[in-house]
C-alpha cells in the first residue's frame, strides 16, 4: 500500500491550514545576514526581512544536505514508500539538483521531483492540489503524471515595488532594470517556462497603471474561462487588499484567494512593494 510524503521548500507560498492539512514537509532555506544566519520561516519571519531590507539585503543559501537527508531518514523510519517534492525553479536555485542527489541515496523511497520553473504561489498550489488528489484516493503515478497540465493551467503574474533589489540579487533575468528605475517603468513580470528565469511580459509606466494592467493579464489565456486568484505581496498588504477587489470585481473570476506575504527566500531578491497574482484555470 502506498504511503505518499509531499515535500517542498520555504520558497513555497501557501497558507498554513493547508501545510498542516496534507502534512507537507517544508524544507527551509537560509537566510544570512553578514553577523548571523536564520533558518526561512522557523526563526524569521517575511515581514521581518522586509522590515530590515533598508539597513541590510540578505543573501540565501539552500536548504542544507544535512536537513534533507534528516528528512528523508524520517520519512524512511515512518514507512513512507513515496515522495512527491514540488520545487523552486532549478533556473534560480540548485535546489531540485541537491534534492535529487539526496533522494538517491535512499533507492526505497520512490521520488519524483517535480521543478516548477517558478517559484512562490506555483509551489504552494501545485502543492495543494496534490494533497487534494491524495485525499481523492489517487495512486503515486497519477499524481504525478497530472503535474505538468496542472502547471500548464497556472499564470503567475508579478509587480516589482522597485527593481533595485532584483538587480543587486542577481536573479533579475532578462529583465532591463536601471533603466526601467529611472522611467519608473514597471515590467510586468513571469518566469519562462523552459528556463524558469524572470522575463518581462509587458512593460507599463506607474504603479497603478501595472497592477491594473496584472488584473487584464487574463485575458491572454483565459478570456472566457473561469479562473481562481491567489495574491501574495511584498509587506504591502493594503495595496494587496485593494488589489483582491478589483479582482473579486470581474465574475470571471472564481474564488480570490488573499495568500499574505511572499516567502522571505523571494522576498529578497523582488523586494518591498511586490504584488502578484497567480491565475488558475478552473
Request: charged content about 30%.
Amino acid at each position: 500500500m502506498e504511503k505518499i510524503a509531499l515535500i517542498t521548500d520555504s520558497a513555497c507560498d501557501i497558507d498554513d491550514e493547508t501545510i498542516d492539512r496534507y502534512h507537507i514537509h517544508v524544507l527551509p532555506f537560509k537566510i544570512r545576514y553578514k553577523d548571523r544566519e536564520y533558518t526561512d520561516k522557523v526563526d524569521i519571519t517575511p515581514q521581518q526581512v522586509y522590515e530590515n531590507m533598508n539597513v541590510e539585503v540578505p543573501t540565501s543559501s539552500l536548504p542544507s544536505p544535512g536537513d534533507m537527508e534528516a528528512l528523508y531518514k524520517k520519512l524512511s523510519l515512518e514507512q513512507y514508500t513515496h515522495v512527491i517534492s514540488i520545487n523552486i525553479s532549478s533556473g534560480i536555485s540548485g535546489t531540485v539538483n541537491a534534492i535529487k542527489s539526496v533522494s538517491d541515496r535512499f533507492p526505497s523511497l520512490k521520488t519524483f521531483i517535480f521543478d516548477t520553473k517558478s517559484t512562490s504561489v506555483i509551489e504552494g498550489i501545485l502543492i495543494k492540489k496534490c494533497g487534494e488528489m491524495m485525499d481523492a484516493g489517487k495512486k503515486f503515478s497519477e499524481i504525478v503524471a497530472s503535474l505538468p497540465e496542472m502547471k500548464k493551467k497556472l499564470h503567475f503574474f508579478f509587480v516589482f515595488g522597485t527593481l533595485e533589489y532584483a538587480i543587486k540579487g542577481g536573479r533579475i533575468g532578462r529583465i532591463p532594470g536601471t533603466i526601467g528605475n529611472i522611467l519608473d517603468i514597471k515590467p510586468i513580470v513571469d518566469f519562462d517556462p523552459e528556463y524558469g528565469q524572470c522575463f518581462t511580459v509587458d512593460k507599463v509606466r506607474g504603479r497603478k497603471r501595472a497592477l491594473k494592467k496584472l488584473i487584464r493579464m487574463r485575458d491572454t489565456f483565459a478570456q472566457d474561462r473561469k479562473c481562481d486568484a491567489y495574491v501574495i505581496h511584498g509587506n504591502v498588504e493594503k495595496d494587496a487588499e485593494a488589489f483582491c477587489e478589483e479582482l473579486r470585481k470581474d465574475p470571471r473570476n472564481g474564488t480570490v484567494y488573499l495568500i499574505g506575504q511572499i516567502s522571505s527566500i523571494v522576498g529578497v531578491y523582488c523586494g518591498p512593494g511586490t504584488v502578484g497574482v497567480c491565475y488558475s484555470e478552473i
